[in-house]
């Protein structure tokens, strides 16, 4: 069954270091997500993708978190400088432009700032 | 404002039966969805509703009325693996996804 892959799994981090995150989408679905989500809310996206085009960024904080799907396959999140704030589990999800267009989830990178 | 409520926690025996109740308020509506997600894990799909009516899938049931802006999941035949949180997201007029904080559904034994 095709998955949503990211790493890494787990991230630890210093306050003001850089981190990153891959996401490789299920093979042929065009549209993808980041999201992030803090312990008992639900996700909140903050980019989405259509091929290697943006289609909504409208709540990424743009100082400091930057996207990109260069070649409409997988995508790379980062986070420069990283914030206490940050620490939250970040989602990649992919789907099939269609009627239900379907979200489906990679297993997500647990980030903890220190 | 967009809004989605739903009980933040529920408890419920194991075999029982569970109803996990949803209310939108939404810009448009393209359709309705619930996932199921394990502590620690990603949100795994369970189920799509864009009509009214009821919708079966196993021991999963989901429930639409679009003109009360209202779903419910059903959890039949409750497994101590049923536990978990239950997270309803509304599709609005732009396409995108509208997200609820989610229902932790604790199962006691």
């Known amino acids: 069954e095709a998955e949503v892959a990211q790493s890494p799994r787990y991230k630890i981090t210093e306050k003001s270091q850089a981190v990153a995150f891959w996401c490789d989408p299920i093979s042929g679905h065009a549209t993808l997500y980041w999201y992030r989500q803090i312990l008992g809310q639900g996700p909140e996206l903050l980019v989405q993708f259509q091929d290697e085009s943006v289609v909504d960024d409208s709540q990424l904080p743009k100082d400091r978190f930057s996207a990109e799907r260069l070649k409409g396959v997988d995508s790379t999140l980062k986070i420069q400088p990283a914030e206490l704030g940050d620490s939250a589990m970040y989602l990649c999800?992919?789907?099939?432009?269609?009627?239900?267009?379907?979200?489906?989830f990679g297993p997500g990178t647990r980030l903890t700032v220190l | 404002g967009q809004n989605i409520d739903q009980p933040t926690e529920m408890t419920a025996t194991e075999g029982a039966i569970v109803q996990i109740n949803c209310t939108y308020q939404t810009s448009g509506f393209n359709g309705l969805f619930w996932y199921q997600q394990h502590a620690g894990e990603a949100p795994t799909f369970l189920s799509y509703n864009v009509l009214d009516g009821l919708e079966e899938k196993g021991r999963f049931s989901s429930f639409l009325s679009r003109s009360k802006g209202y779903s419910y999941l059903l959890l039949k035949e409750l497994q101590m693996k049923d536990s978990a949180s239950y997270l309803c997201?509304?599709?609005?007029?732009?396409?995108?996804?509208?997200w609820g904080a989610g229902t932790k559904l604790i199962i006691k034994p």
């Open positions: 997201a509304v599709k609005d007029s732009n396409y995108q996804l509208i």
């Open positions: 999800a992919s789907s099939l432009p269609g009627e239900a267009d379907t979200q489906y």
